[in-house]
């Protein structure tokens, strides 16, 4: 399995003409801070989720039908993000999960700013979320008949000014496979099933050895049947009584970016395409890299209302091109290396029930 990352599936630059209440730099720069860590942190009580959460909903079913008979309601961005999120994992995340590999894409979105709150936050008009709405469902779709499988979306708040709002727009998913595992990984003591002792596999592919890269069968490859072991035979955490938003990622491999190295991911000197594990090496990681995993896992660490959306092991080469290069062991090290990588998203849980 590999991860891509691309900037062309989705892109949506929207500029709009309305009458706004300009703020000044002074004004947005005393709001910009609290109300950026409050668009990512935006929640509701299931009771004004829900009537939101439906609100939304008929506006866009009402736009589609051509009928018109809901008027767009005007909201500020914390609220547009989120519902926007809810209403496409809603209706199109979670449930495709056989993939040949992971894509994971990133695109910009500028919204035009049609208003400022009392406390500077900015209102966006609502006819514009619903064509952004429907701008990003119909990339989906359009995906899907090409054979390309959607995971899930996040949308991030990156910045605003006095004219828009800049927000990027992530992705997951891949072209289908008739490989069938699911996206959530299993529950902690949920017993493995481990290699046997004649299996052989590769740690990776490697795309940046010098010369080429060495591209193994996925059925080769360690990264791979880590992946389709541990998330293999889970139960997926998605109900449709509740929507579920993007709200953070997390990332570990053996020399994270800070921090002490984490050795119970597997890494090695030399490249991932070029590196073979027996099946002590195998069953060793694969049961200390699931350690890690649950210990990240936040459903099972006492928060009910957050869960993996999705998560993915892949082995990533770090050439060392110009020394001191560091590695796990070495903070001054001069050998190339690899590691495994697990990268998960985690996604908070609003209970919306159904729509009356």
């Known amino acids: 399995m590999k991860i891509i990352n691309l ?12 009458n706004k209440i300009h703020e000044t730099s002074n004004d947005l720069k005393g709001f910009k801070d609290k109300n950026l860590k409050k668009i990512a942190e935006f929640s509701l009580s299931p009771d004004l989720a829900k009537q939101i959460f439906y609100g939304f909903a008929n506006e866009v079913k009402s736009r589609k039908s051509n009928k018109c008979t809901t008027i767009p309601i005007d909201r500020t961005i914390d609220e547009a993000i989120w519902l926007m999120g809810a209403l496409i994992n809603r209706n199109y995340g979670f449930k495709n999960d056989s993939i040949e590999y992971l894509v994971i894409d990133t695109a910009l979105l500028n919204i035009s700013i049609k208003s400022f709150s009392n406390e500077g936050m900015p209102i966006i008009d609502g006819g514009d979320l619903l064509f952004i709405y429907n701008e990003i469902e119909s990339t989906i779709l359009n995906n899907l008949e090409n054979g390309f499988v959607f995971w899930s979306i996040a949308l991030i708040t990156e910045d605003y000014n006095e004219n828009e709002v800049k927000v990027s727009i992530i992705s997951a998913g891949g072209p289908k496979s008739n ?20 299996d052989l596999l590769w740690a990776g592919n490697s795309p940046d050895y010098p010369g080429g890269g060495v591209f193994h069968p996925q ?7 880590y992946f389709e072991k541990i998330s293999h035979g889970s139960p997926h955490f998605f109900h449709r009584d509740y929507v579920y938003t993007y709200y953070y990622a997390h990332f570990i491999s053996a020399y994270p970016i800070a921090g002490n190295p984490e050795l119970r991911i597997f890494w090695d000197f030399g490249w991932c395409g070029m590196y073979q594990m027996n099946s002590t090496v195998l069953n060793q990681f694969l049961i200390s890299t699931k350690a890690v995993i649950d210990e990240m896992n936040p459903l099972y660490n006492g928060h ?12 990533w080469d770090v050439i060392c091109y110009s020394p001191p290069c560091p590695n ?19 996604y908070r849980r609003t209970y919306v029930g159904a729509d009356d």
């Open 7 to 18: 900037s062309i599936i989705l892109s949506i630059f929207l500029v709009v003409s309305c």
């Open 304 to 315: 009910p209302d957050l869960t993996i959306g999705w998560f993915y092991i892949y082995c």
């Open 179 to 198: 490989a069938k595992f699911l996206i959530s990984p299993t529950a902690p003591g949920t017993p493995l099933q481990l290699f046997g002792i004649n």
């Open 219 to 225: 059925n080769m490859r360690a990264n791979y049947r």
């Open 328 to 346: 796990p062991i070495n903070v001054s090290g001069t050998q190339t290396w690899f590691t495994h990588r697990y990268v998960g998203q985690i």
